[in-house]
Structures are given as structure tokens and as C-alpha cells.
């Protein structure tokens, strides 16, 4: 987690265990040990016991240099399951070590361990990996930073060291009772006691927490590479009196554009240049929710330091004084994300945008709520769910991964995901008499082999509204367009940007409006599809899409790994 200067390789930040003095010596194959269990951590006045990664909050960096390959044997030495989930790694033909629980893979077990194969291939830059079991990467995620491969430059001016940014969620209960207890009750889960940057609350907080110091050199450029690891939250984020450069979203470089502030949404990841060009002195890192739904919201400051060696100390500015936009500023936040486009580089995959579509899926976000079915426990009479296409996803007892490449289990998942919604309506205009019909079911996309498929996600107005973020493992997508209102499949289209769209994992999709993105359907797995608001997720805010084998060895899924998976329990 600490200040890097340019080609070092922490290694120690895992537990890293090599075979031989030869493997040593090698630069594209790397091995590391990740024990998870219970440690004891204090902020707000409270100390609680939670889950983490080699006894660290966050946990340990994984650095390692493009197209190499990771194995990671994750010890579970904690009292439940979980599984691990490498952020924007495309894992190509790889899926059994992609990690969402119930779809590549069953839990790891307590007392048990697995090893995971991490495949690299054209990623560059910052990514992270993360629990991928109910609410446990609250407290278990940690950076997955790829350097460019040997005799490979970046493309810009290199930067004379670099940071990993990494912005939490900070509850004093646990976790995994979160989101059991509102499971249990139907209820939406509170909003965080606080947040963090690289484990620390700041000073902001009422009790005298301690806050992440950046020390830099005048005049020296520094590469932050911010991770947003919060649960529910997408946030604004910014130095106080300096200038920041974005360079790269999501593993892949941008064309550059200074701002004096970023917008990132839980999942993102983002790279940006910052010279220590002021007084020397200390200045505020901050960041806050950007926020635009119904729900309610923790809009607290947290701050960190970015400290000039030999600087006297002392107070600074109040951290409210820092330049950021309002928590409601949806037009900040657009004005953000129009500035990022893809850059023409070798260093990035060469640009393939889609123009003839094969598959087109249309899906309408919702939040709804549902009879409650267990009046004993329930508090209210219905419970939160949420859905795509009036689809509430349904997690599974039996990995579908598993049941899909074994073909003679069944009754797993079905293939009958809507690719459009069951019914049209206004889904930005004034839903509040309407109510729609939610069906509960584990129904899966299935894709041909190197179909080309477009993606519009609609926002609704349902529930408390707002913007989403989704992800999609296993693929790298193009975000061709976006707009407000009600997507129109005749005249928005008109308006895709294809000729520099940026490549990225995880897409904002805007408050009453809808985002259009674009990909080759050249994995073949199965793979995870889901909003990163966790609580939306845990609701069902999710589907699978499976792509089908192609025609020859090099375009099929891999063999399952000879050691075996995780197995279910009660199977």
C-alpha cells in the first residue's frame, strides 16, 4: 500500500512463496499466499473483529507486470465461506477462477484453501480483486496493479513514484450480519458509520481517528492509482490547490485531461497524474459521495494528507474549503465522464468497436419491493428486491459454471433472460402509482462465440431511483454512448461516440437516463453481470451471461483445474 517508486516490486505484501531459485528468476509467473481470518480493528471509538486479508485493511498489493500469470492459494482460516473475485482481470477461457460465489465456483470452506489462477492479457494499469461472498469485500479487497511489461514504456512521461488510493465504507458492525439481518427483516441496510482512504477515517470524525499521510517530493510527478472499494457510495474525489491528470480508467489508458476533480463509482478504478508543484506544505486529499437517489446518504468529508517532505506542519485549510462538487451535482458528474475517451496508443488493445450488432439486450433497471413471505421475521409487510427486466436473480445452490460445463446437471439455471423489458412504459416519468410484477429465477443470457452485442441499461424511476454502476466479468467494454430520459432505438444511436469510446469494466449508469456499451463475445464462460451497489446486487440486481465455446480448442472454455474446485455444500 505504500509509496512505490517507479519498478519496484513489493513482494512482501503477500505471503510469497517461490518453488525454486529458477521460477525466482522469472518475471511472468508469480505466487502468492492470501490467509484470511479475524482481526481486531478500532476506529470510531469502537473496536470490532472482522474479516481481512494477511491481517491488513485494506489488504495486501498484488504487483506484477502485464500478461503475466498469478497463482493465489487463498487460506480461509475465518468461520464461513467466501470467495475471491479478480476485478477486470479477463481471465480469458479462465472462468473457474473468476469467483462469484454460485456462479464460477462454490465457497472456500474454513479450514480449507484454493488456489486461483489469474491469466493477465492486454489489462494495464490499476485494477483490484475483492470477496465476492455477500457483503465480505467490505473488509476483504486489496490493489492488483500491473505494471507494463518489460522493455515497455508507458505513455507518458513516467512518473517518479506511485500510490494506490483505495476509498471504503466503514461499518462498526459486522459485515456479514449486515447483510444477513437485512436479508432476514427485508430492509434496506443502514448507511456506513464512516468512510476511509487506505483504512484511515481522517479527521473529520468525531473521534480523533488517525488519516493516510502521502509523503512527496517538490516538484516530483506521482501516479495515484484510485481504487473505490466502497460498498454503496460513488464519489467525488480531490487535492486541495492541485491539478489532476487522468490517464487511464478500468486498465486502460485515456486520452489525458486535467480536472480538478474525479468522479468514480464503486468497482472503478482510475490512474491519474499529480505534480507536487505548490508551497511546500500539507494539503487535504478529500472525497465525498456523489449521490442522486431517494435512499438515504452519508455526505461526510474524509480526508487524507498530501505532505511535502520537510514541511513545517501545522493547520491547514478547513476541508469543506476544498474544491469539490456537491453530492447532488449530477451535471459534475457528466461533464466527468463525457471527458473520457480511449487513446490511440500500442500500449492499448487495438480499438475494435462493434459496427454490425448480432445480439441486442435492453434492460430496464428497477428496485422494487415484494410481499413479505416470513411475517415472523420480516418488520414490514414487503421486502426490498431489485430486478432487470422484472428478473430478480436468484442465487443459486450449485455453481452454474459447474452445472453448465458438466451438462448433466439440471434445474440450476434457465435460459430464458428477457433481452428487453416484459413490458414498455415511461421508466424515467412518475412510477409511483405503478407497480410492477417482479419474477424471482436464476435465467442466464446465452451468446454465440464472437457475436457482437450491444447493452442498453435503462434506468428507472422505481424505488428510490438513481444511478448504477455495472459490471461485467470476464470482458472489457466499450461505453459508446449515454443520455437522458428514455432510450430511443432509432435516433440515439445516432449520437454513439465510435470513434474513441473508452475501454473500461464497470459503467455509470445515469439517474433517469440510460448508457450504451458494445463488446465482441470472445470469452467463452460464464460470467457475472451485476450492479456494484452491494446492496442492490444482494437484492438481485444481477444476470449471467454465458458464451458459448467457438469452434476449435483455442476458442473453448478450459478444462476445470485437476486439483478440483471448491465443492458445494450438501452436494
Request: aromatic fraction near 12%; charged fraction near 15%; hydrophobic fraction near 35%.
Amino acid at each position: 500500500m505504500g509509496l512505490c517508486k517507479l519498478g519496484c516490486v513489493p513482494w512482501l505484501l503477500g505471503i510469497l512463496f517461490l518453488s525454486s531459485l529458477e521460477l525466482l528468476c522469472m518475471a511472468d509467473v508469480h505466487y502468492y499466499d492470501l490467509i484470511v481470518r479475524e482481526s481486531n480493528f478500532t476506529r470510531l471509538c469502537t473496536t470490532k473483529s472482522m474479516l481481512v486479508v494477511n491481517d491488513s485493511y485494506p489488504g495486501p498489493e498484488i504487483r506484477v507486470h502485464r500478461g503475466d500469470t498469478v497463482f493465489v492459494n487463498v487460506h480461509n482460516h475465518g468461520s464461513y465461506g467466501f470467495t475471491i473475485h479478480w476485478h477486470g482481470v479477463k481471465q480469458p477461457r479462465n472462468p473457474w477462477f473468476d469467483g462469484p460465489e454460485f456462479v464460477t465456483q462454490c465457497p472456500i470452506q474454513p479450514g480449507t484453501n484454493f488456489t486461483y489462477q489469474v491469466i493477465l492479457s492486454d489489462e494495464i494499469g490499476t485494477l483490484w480483486w475483492h470477496a465476492h461472498s455477500d457483503w465480505t469485500r467490505g473488509s476483504v479487497h486489496g490493489a492488483f496493479v500491473i505494471l507494463p511489461a518489460p522493455h515497455e514504456s508507458y505513455p507518458f512521461h513516467p512518473p517518479d513514484a506511485d500510490q494506490t488510493i483505495i476509498l471504503e465504507s466503514w461499518y462498526n458492525d459486522d459485515y456479514l450480519e449486515l447483510i444477513r439481518n437485512s436479508t432476514l427483516n427485508g430492509q434496506a441496510v443502514g448507511i456506513p458509520n464512516a468512510y476511509a482512504i487506505n483504512g484511515h477515517l481522517g479527521d473529520t470524525y468525531e473521534c480523533n481517528d488517525t488519516i493516510f499521510r502521502m509523503e512527496v517530493n517538490y516538484q516530483d510527478t506521482y501516479l495515484l492509482r484510485i481504487i473505490n472499494a466502497a460498498m454503496n457510495e460513488e464519489k467525488f474525489f480531490s487535492i486541495a490547490n492541485h491539478t489532476l491528470i487522468v490517464v487511464a480508467q478500468d486498465a486502460s489508458y485515456v486520452t489525458r485531461f486535467a480536472t480538478d476533480y474525479i468522479m468514480i463509482s464503486p468497482g472503478q478504478t482510475m490512474d491519474v497524474l499529480v505534480q507536487a508543484n505548490q508551497n511546500i506544505g500539507q494539503y487535504y486529499m478529500v472525497m465525498r459521495n456523489f449521490h442522486d437517489s431517494a435512499a438515504s446518504s452519508n455526505n461526510n468529508l474524509t480526508t487524507a494528507i498530501f505532505q511535502y517532505k520537510n514541511s513545517v506542519g501545522g493547520p491547514m485549510n478547513n476541508a469543506s474549503l476544498v474544491s469539490l462538487p456537491e453530492p447532488d451535482d449530477s451535471k459534475a458528474t457528466s461533464s466527468f465522464l463525457s471527458r473520457i475517451r480511449n487513446l490511440r496508443v500500442r500500449q492499448n488493445p487495438p480499438l475494435r468497436v462493434p459496427r454490425a450488432i448480432h445480439r441486442r439486450v435492453y434492460i430496464a433497471i428497477s428496485t422494487n419491493s415484494i410481499p413479505c413471505t416470513n411475517d415472523s421475521v420480516c418488520i414490514t409487510e414487503n421486502r426490498f428486491v431489485a430486478a432487470l427486466n422484472n428478473v430478480s436473480f436468484v442465487s443459486p445452490v450449485i455453481d452454474i459454471l459447474q452445472a453448465y460445463y458438466k451438462r448433466s446437471i439440471n434445474g440450476v439455471f434457465t435460459k430464458d433472460f428477457p433481452l428487453e423489458p416484459p413490458e414498455y412504459y415511461n421508466f424515467t416519468g412518475d412510477l409511483t402509482a405503478l407497480n410492477r410484477n417482479v419474477t424471482m429465477g436464476t435465467k442466464i443470457v446465452m451468446l454465440h462465440y464472437g457475436e457482437a452485442v450491444e447493452i442498453v441499461f435503462q434506468a428507472t424511476q422505481f424505488g428510490a431511483g438513481g444511478s448504477h454502476p455495472f459490471h461485467l466479468h470476464g470482458f472489457s467494454f466499450y461505453r459508446v454512448g449515454s443520455g437522458s430520459g428514455n432510450f430511443n432505438n432509432v435516433t440515439d444511436p445516432k449520437s454513439y461516440n465510435l470513434v474513441d469510446p473508452p475501454l473500461i469494466n464497470t459503467v455509470h449508469v445515469p439517474a433517469s437516463g440510460w448508457v450504451a456499451l458494445r463488446f465482441f463475445a470472445n470469452n467463452p464462460g460464464v460470467w457475472f453481470s451485476h450492479c456494484h451497489f452491494e446492496r442492490h446486487s444482494s437484492w438481485g440486481m444481477d444476470t449471467v451471461f454465458i458464451v458459448k465455446n467457438g469452434g476449435t480448442k483455442a476458442t473453448s472454455i478450459r478444462p476445470p483445474p485437476a486439483s478440483g474446485m471448491p465443492v458445494c455444500s450438501g452436494t
